[in-house]
């Protein structure tokens, strides 16, 4: 299942604590999902990205924008992926380009448009794995 960015705090702030290297976040899809407010979402942002100051490398992958959830999805999730980077560039986050990826191998997702196939879950994998190497 998915998470909000509000719900990850715990979370992240483990990782932080725990002198983590690398911390790789893809939480927001709920954001996306239940429409958190501009306002509320910045705020939460924010929040959870101070949490992880002390964390050398934090990549945040932004939102699929292309899944048939819901016909506000792509909207909502375009919304939350400007805002993300916005607040990303004030904290020193970088943002690893998922819904780019996924647009261009709409096979690796099931009838939703979120929920992998096999393929889709090692393509995720060599994202990230990508991502890490080439933003750390």
Not at 33 to 49: F, H, I, K, Q, V
Not at 54 to 63: G, T
Request: aromatic share 8%; charged share 25%; hydrophobic share 40%.
């Amino acid at each position: 299942g998915g998470v909000d960015s509000r719900a990850a705090r715990p979370e992240l702030r483990r990782m932080a604590h725990d002198g983590m290297g690398v911390v790789v976040s893809a939480v927001g899809s709920f954001d996306v999902a239940y429409e958190t407010p501009p306002g509320e979402l910045r705020r939460r942002l924010r929040n959870a990205m101070g949490d992880t100051t002390s964390v050398p490398c934090v990549i945040w992958l932004d939102q699929n924008e292309n899944p048939n959830l819901h016909a506000q999805w792509p909207a909502h999730a375009a919304a939350y992926n400007r805002l993300l980077r916005e607040v990303a560039a004030d904290h020193g986050v970088r943002v690893a380009n998922w819904s780019r990826l996924a647009a261009q191998h709409r096979s690796w997702f099931r009838a939703d448009g979120i929920h992998f196939r096999p393929v889709g879950e090692r393509g995720y994998a060599d994202f990230v794995s990508r991502s890490v190497n080439q933003l750390c």
